[in-house]
Nanobody, 118 residues
Framework: QVQLVESGGGLVQAGGSLRLSCAAS????????MGWFRQAPGKEREFVAS????????QYADSTKGRFTISRDNAKNTVALQMHSLKPDDTAVYYC???????????WGQGTQVTVSS
């Protein structure tokens, strides 16, 4: 069965860094665009970043551009999100998703909590 399992969340002070990882299984990973989204309490899920099937191109939300970097390893079926200069506004549950035809995402992970203290 399809699984997306996120890890790496936690509590960090403002200005700090975290690296999230997502391990995929149960589908042909290299055929899918991979993305990271987040959802803060009381807010809708929002786009954070996405990466193409080959990893050659990436897109970022304006709020994360220059601070976050998305990467993927098609040999290991993983996608990562390196986050620097974290702000309290980055506090949210972070989800990875897989899209056969972006921007429609087919599969989602269970999420990992990121909390940034001021």
């Amino acid at each position: 069965q399809v699984q997306l399992v996120e890890s790496g969340g936690g509590l960090v002070q403002a200005g700090g860094s975290l690296r999230l990882s997502c391990a995929a299984s149960g589908f042909t990973f290299r055929w899918y665009v991979m993305g990271w989204f987040r959802q803060a309490p009381g807010k809708e899920r929002e786009f954070v970043a996405s990466i193409s099937r080959t990893g050659s191109t990436a897109q970022y939300a304006d709020s994360t551009k220059g601070r976050f970097t998305i990467s993927r390893d098609n040999a290991k079926n993983t996608v990562a999100l390196q986050m620097h200069s974290l702000k309290p506004d980055d506090t949210a549950v972070y989800y990875c998703g897989a899209a056969a035809r972006a921007p429609e995402y087919d599969y989602w992970g269970q999420g990992t909590q990121v909390t940034v203290s001021s």
